[in-house]
């Protein structure tokens, strides 16, 4: 349950002061990164206009703040045909002075037909508040259940799929923690180099506007996500590449 004034399901701050306030700042950036929904990479050469298809595949992100590690997500897509199941497990643990002040478990699964969403579970421990958000299919239609008054979204929603290169062409995305579903604005921002397994690749920066602070989606050149950047509250870096 949120405080009175904010709506269920909205981010929170954490119960901390002091040195620890980045804290509070971290859990806010977690939740407008939508936590992550289903993130991945590689896929295959695309076509000038045209997004490459939704790869599939184990991927294992490691996860920093101002380039100190907190933890991990690690991503599982398999596919069979046109459809794709996701199943994504975040594992954070912020420190500060040797002593943990701050810990986020996430766990989501996903299913998916083309680049269309048609189910969703997770459950999200964000040091000791627990949520949940759920969905039901029928008719071209998914509803969400996040705790408040059900959501009805007709057509083809997605989510923050940084995996799926169609998600570019959005202008609303569902947010897999929160269940609500988000205005935003994607465009390209520049390029330069990330490092991958140790090595720097050519990529170019797509900016997600819209949630609370920007997120930087990086793709290498075969439109395969390499890495994630957003700068919260306190000009702090919270990042996502693969070791």
Not at 5 to 29: I, K, Q, T, Y
Not at 80 to 108: P, W
Not at 165 to 181: D, E, F, S, V
């Amino acid at each position: 349950m949120n405080p009175p004034g904010r709506p269920e399901g909205e981010c929170r701050s954490a119960p901390f002061g002091g040195p620890v306030n980045a804290v509070s700042r971290l859990r806010m950036a977690l939740c407008a990164l939508a936590l992550l929904g289903p993130a991945l990479l590689g896929a295959p050469a695309l076509a000038e206009a045209q997004p490459a298809p939704a790869p599939s595949g184990v991927w294992d992100f490691s996860v920093s703040l101002d380039g100190k590690p907190i933890g991990r997500h690690r991503f599982t897509v398999t596919a069979q045909g046109d459809t794709r199941q996701v199943h994504s497990v975040a594992e954070f643990a912020v420190k500060f002075l040797g002593i943990t002040v701050y810990r986020y478990h996430h766990e989501a699964r996903e299913e998916w037909r083309g680049d269309c969403l048609t189910a969703l579970t997770s459950t999200t421990d964000d040091h000791g508040t627990h949520s949940s958000v759920r969905t039901e299919y029928a008719g071209d239609t998914l509803t969400v259940y996040a705790g408040g008054p059900p959501l009805v979204l007709p057509g083809c929603v997605m989510s923050y799929a940084y995996w799926n290169p169609a998600m570019r062409t959005q202008t609303r995305l569902l947010n897999a923690q929160t269940g609500r579903y988000d205005a935003v604005r994607i465009g390209a921002a520049g390029s330069g180099s990330i490092d991958v397994h140790g090595q720097p690749v050519p990529a170019t920066r797509w900016r997600i506007t819209g949630p609370p602070h920007p997120i930087d989606v990086w793709y290498s050149a075969r439109d395969a996500w390499v890495g994630l950047d957003s700068t919260v509250a306190g000009g702090r870096t919270l990042s996502y590449r693969l070791p």
